[in-house]
Structure formats: structure tokens, C-alpha cells
């Protein structure tokens, strides 16, 4: 039995300095991804921090959030496991 989640889309309208969209643009299509998956992932990653309090994190660590868009299959304990092996050969 197979489950189907549909997700709802909503569009929204951002007014911004020319300058911010032009270098969003930029940023986006350098990274391969578009303004409205970066905006996206901004606003999961501080409502998820806000709902979670618990969590600190530096303002440097803050500045990366969704500027990485992870594989599926992306598994990074096995990385921190395979880099530590690595690092202690």
C-alpha cells in the first residue's frame, strides 16, 4: 500500500531591495536551487529553532542553514564515522 503525502503550496509576495533579489538570484543558481527553496529552508530552519529552544546555535552555523541540499540517501553519521576511522589510522 503505497501512501501519497501531498504537500500544499502557497505563493507568496516579497517586496526586497533590487540589490537582495539580484544577488538571491545569484546565490540560488550557483548553488543549483531556486530563491523559493532558499526562503523556504530559511523560514523551516527558524521556526524548527524557535520550536526548539534547547538547540544554540552560533550565528556562523545560523548563516549556513539551506545553503546545502542533502541527497535522499545522504547518510552523515556514516561520514562522522568514516572521517573519525579515518583520522585516527
Known amino acids: 500500500m503505497n501512501i501519497i503525502t501531498r ?14 533579489i539580484r544577488e538571491a ?7 543549483g536551487r531556486s530563491v523559493s527553496e532558499l526562503v523556504e529552508s530559511y523560514f523551516k530552519s527558524i ?3 524557535n520550536s526548539n529552544q ?11 542553514m539551506g545553503s546545502f ?4 540517501n ?9 572521517e573519525k576511522q579515518r583520522k585516527y589510522e
Open 25 to 31: 538570484k545569484r546565490y540560488a543558481r550557483a548553488k
Open 54 to 64: 534547547s538547540e544554540e546555535l552560533t550565528s556562523s552555523v545560523k548563516s549556513l
Open 69 to 72: 541540499k542533502a541527497p535522499k
Open 74 to 82: 545522504f547518510d552523515y553519521k556514516k561520514i562522522l564515522r568514516d
Open 47 to 49: 521556526t524548527e529553532l
Open 7 to 20: 504537500v500544499m503550496t502557497t505563493k507568496l509576495t516579497l517586496t526586497l531591495d533590487d540589490k537582495v
